[in-house]
Each structure stands twice: as C-alpha cells, then as structure tokens.
C-alpha cells in the first residue's frame, strides 16, 4: 500500500517541499492552512442531492486533513470498508463494528449523512481481497444461505435511524449480465438470495433507502440489461413493514447505485448521451440512481499525471456531477474517496496499471483540476 508521510503538520511552502510534487495543473499552495481549500465546498451545491465521500478512520489518525476535508466540504460519509463481511465478521460467532461505528460517529459530529455499504458481495476478481472470510465460504449452502439474512439483518437493524442507505447487494453481474457464480449466489444458484438480502434489509429498516450496486453499468449494454431486469423485479417485489405505527407494503428496492469508476486516459469515456439513455431506464421505473463510487483514473508515469490527462480527468467528473444534475432522480454522488493520498486505484498498482492520480485532490490536499470543474458542474 503507498502512503505517504504525514503533511498536516507543516505549512505554506513547506509543503510543496516536505509532502511531494505539485501534479501540473494543481492549484498553488497559496492557502492559510494545509487543509484549506477556495470556494464553496461540494457539500453546499447541488441542492436536494448529498454529494459525499467513503471514508476510513484509520486514514484520519494522524493526518489532520483527510479529517477535516471529508467533514467539512462532502455532505456524506460512506463505510469504504466498514460494513464489509470480512470488517464485521471476520471470524465465526464475532461482530466488529468499530470502523463502521467510527464512520457513523464522525457524519454524526460533521453534521453529515451516513451511508452504509456492499454488505453482500464477492468479488470474484478480486479474491485475494478476502471480503467473504473462509469460515463463511465453508458453510453449506442452507447455512450460508442463513448466515447471510442473519447478517443482513444485524447490520442494517444497528444502523437503523443512523445510516440514510445501504447498498445491500454488490456487483452480482458478470460483463455479459449473467449472475456472478459467487459464494452468496451458490446458497441458492438463482437471483434468490438477492431477493432474500433486500427482503431481510427491508424488515429491519423499513424506511432507510435500499440500493442494488453494480460496476461498469453506466451506458446501455449485456450488463445494465440484467441490471434493470434484476431492478425491475426488486421493485415488483414488496414486503409488509410497519412504518410509524402503520402496517403497510413496500417494494424491496429503492434506487440503483451506478460505482462510475471512470477512465480518463484519450477515447475512453462513454458516450454521455449513453449514459443518459440508461439511466432514465431505471429511473422510469421509479427508482433513485446515484453515482456510489465515483473516481477518474488516468494515465499516470511514476505516479504522475500529465496536464492534458487532468483537463480530461476534470471534464469526466463535471460530466458525471452534469447527468446526475440534469436527473430528478439522482440522488447524489459519493466519490471512492477525495485525496490521491489514499486511494483504492493506487492502493492496487497491479489491477490498475499505468493509471492513478484518480480524485479531486492530489496527495498533499491540492485541488486539481477537477476539483473546480466538478464545482461548476454541480451549481
Ligand atoms: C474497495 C476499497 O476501496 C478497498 O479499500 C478494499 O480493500 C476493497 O474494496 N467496488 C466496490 C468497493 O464496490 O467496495 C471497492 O472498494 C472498490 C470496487
């Protein structure tokens, strides 16, 4: 993992010196303090939509900005880590809940929304990860089957009145739309054990906001069509909860999360016009859509980008933040995190080859680019 030595602690000039190089097209560090940024915070525009970040604690011990710049300019703190299998049950019989609890306890003092996130996923790709411990893949069907509701259940009933949404399942499509053969799936080998994750999801908070996420799903393609299917039947699906004292019926899913990890090397993006044909699909059929994890990676040499490739990387972004905008049901938008400092994309050099520099701000808390363009985009 790449991390670099803690800048909080210096200023002005020092900075540049101490904390690294300046990416070209970085703005100046011609601020007050270390963690300051110009103009008004995302968490300000785009009114009716949270415009937040994921979030680790353990990135905050020590390093003053990732703090105060995930609290001060984002509208919503998302678990990056914090309610994933192996997080909060990592070994038989024992819950963790300490990283997620951390991330609700600082939205709580940042006046921000908390987001819970990818309770039920296997990335097949990435097993190496871990995300579903041993012991669980171990279980027989019938019991891995229950232990999943079982989780599904603890973790969204503790954050009940906490957590605003969740996304309960996680990528469960392969690139041609047909259902990742994962742990969850093999419980059922069938869509069921989606089905039963939203339904013990809905019981246990039946008002907070239930989301399907998937990756690599914003134009129209094999994938999103398995996708919107998959929505459409959650959506045909309800289940009868008590809200407020009232018994009544509701659908198992309340909007879909596109991950929009981007690339912003040349002739790369999708058609935007794709996009927007896409997302209107789901949201006729009455869903939320969000952009849950949103990152522009681009072409980096030695870990730096170029100038063009940022000027490209800030017109995807303000891309991004213009179709949510532009659409009613967007929620909003979570960026997979906000600095170059601590970033999944340059966290895994090996899956992500070539390619980095893929936040709003570079490694030392630098606006880049995108930081601005974004901004625009968003008012
Ligand atoms: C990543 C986290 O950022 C990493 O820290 C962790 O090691 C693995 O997962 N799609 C998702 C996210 O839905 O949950 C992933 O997050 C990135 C890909």
Redesign the pocket.
Known sequence: MKRGRPCAILVGAAIAAACGTVEPGASPSNRAGPCDLAGPPPRDLAEGRTIGT?Y?SVFADGDRCYAEIAGRDFGSLTT??GT?TNTVAPTPGRFDFREADAVADAARRNHQDFQI??LI?D?LD?QV?G?VPEYVRALPDAQRHRFMTDLVTKVVSRYAGRASTVTVV??PFDQRGGLQHNAWWRSTSSDEYIVEAFRAARLAAPTMKLLL?E?SSETISDKSNALLALSKKLRDTTVEVNVDGKTERRPLLDGVGF?A?MLGGPDQQPRTEDMRANLKRFTDLGLDVRFT?LDVRIPTKDGRAGAEDLQRQARVYATMAGLCRETARCTGITF??FTDRHS?IT?YPATFSGYGSANLLDADYRAKPAWDSLRSALR
């Open positions: 994921a680790r990056e880590i994933m996130h990818s996923w990335p990435q990860w995300i996680n990528e996420n990756h991950q990890h994890e997979w995190g999944w966290d």
